[in-house]
């Protein structure tokens, strides 16, 4: 249940890319019950239909076209599909990833090209055709990416999209500067894990990982796929009108622990804290 009023969305046209599951399934929904009109693209077209059935059960329509965002004629063919369909999109959410967790030494060029083309060439291909038809058009536009903490810190294992996303942040930012004056808008949100089909069972593959990594989240749970688009309803809306080159995190306070030289003493025992409080000088 949405904390929005129903018709917050209205007027806007939704793109989202990746949304035949997960986040991107879960954003479309969100936005759609708000009001808007949603477009959605994805590389497997029965999930494509499965999002779009879920809409249309509560009276909205949702378009969708099957299109893998690293190639740019499928891109321009979805586009010139919407159009013809609803009209140019409005709001553009850059949302399909793809990601491995590896050893850097283990991975060969074809599989950070997967990576890096779905998450930085994916996101460049729609950005720069839509961008450009609003700026010619003096049509205002809202970007949203979807990125990740290590974007700007980066990490190992999963470095493919590491540097795919930190491309994406530094294009938010960089546009949010060069376009706000077309009344071009970009944002981005910085998830942390959100349990999905497509994520947890990759980035957290065995239980040992997923204690790993709700043990160092301060509210010792993940994110939810609802909180997100709640989130990202607010982000794509008018209410957010102002805000522009922004990254707003939503991690349960994941970032900040791992950034405290002495978070880490959370796993001290009681018995521990008692030793540490008996050699206090008086
Ligand atoms: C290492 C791998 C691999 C793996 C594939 N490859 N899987 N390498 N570890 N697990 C290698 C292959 O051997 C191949 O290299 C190259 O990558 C391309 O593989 P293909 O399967 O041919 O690629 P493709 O069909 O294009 O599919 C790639 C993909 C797919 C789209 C990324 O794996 C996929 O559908 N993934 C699901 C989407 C996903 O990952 N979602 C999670 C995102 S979560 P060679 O050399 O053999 O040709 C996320 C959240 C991050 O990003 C935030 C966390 C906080």
């Given at each position: 249940?949405?904390i ?34 949603v ?10 239909k499965e ?14 076209r ?15 599909y ?9 709001v ?9 967790i ?45 990125v990740?903490?290590?974007?700007s810190?980066?990490s190992g ?27 071009i ?6 998830p942390?894990?959100?349990p ?9 593959p065995?239980?040992?990982?997923q204690k ?15 909180e997100l ?29 791992l ?18 409080k ?5």
């Amino acid at each position: 249940m949405s904390i929005f009023k129903e018709d917050m969305l209205k007027g806007k046209h939704v793109l989202i890319t990746g949304a035949g599951s997960g986040l991107g399934r879960q954003m479309a929904v969100a936005f759609s019950s708000l009001g808007a009109t949603v477009s959605i693209v994805g590389r497997r077209e029965e999930k494509l239909k499965e999002t779009a059935e879920i809409i249309s059960r509560n009276g909205k329509v949702c378009y969708y076209r099957k299109c893998d965002v690293r190639n740019i004629d499928e891109v321009r063919d979805a586009l010139s599909y919407f159009a013809s369909s609803a009209g140019e999109p409005n709001v553009l959410v850059n949302n399909a990833a793809g990601n491995f967790i590896s050893r850097t030494e283990d991975l060969s060029f074809n599989a950070f090209n997967a990576v890096i083309g779905i998450v930085m060439q994916g996101t460049l291909h729609f950005t720069l055709e839509l961008g450009k038809s609003w700026i010619s058009a003096r049509r205002p536009g809202t970007i949203l990416n979807i990125v990740a903490g290590y974007a700007s810190t980066g990490s190992g294992y999963v470095v493919p999209s590491a540097i795919a996303k930190a491309g994406v942040l530094s294009l938010t930012r960089s546009l949010a500067a060069e376009w706000g004056k077309y009344g071009i808008r970009s944002t981005a949100i910085s998830p942390g894990i959100v349990p999905t089909e497509g994520s947890v069972s990759r980035l957290a593959p065995t239980e040992e990982i997923q204690k790993m990594l709700i043990d160092r989240i301060p509210m010792k749970r993940y994110c939810t796929a609802e909180e997100l688009a709640e989130l990202a309803s607010y982000l794509i809306s008018d209410a957010a009108s102002f805000i522009n080159g922004d990254v707003v995190t939503i991690d349960g306070g994941e970032k900040q622990w791992l950034s405290g030289q002495f978070n880490f003493l959370d796993a001290l025992t009681p018995e521990q804290w008692a030793l540490i409080k008996s050699l206090r000088k008086e």
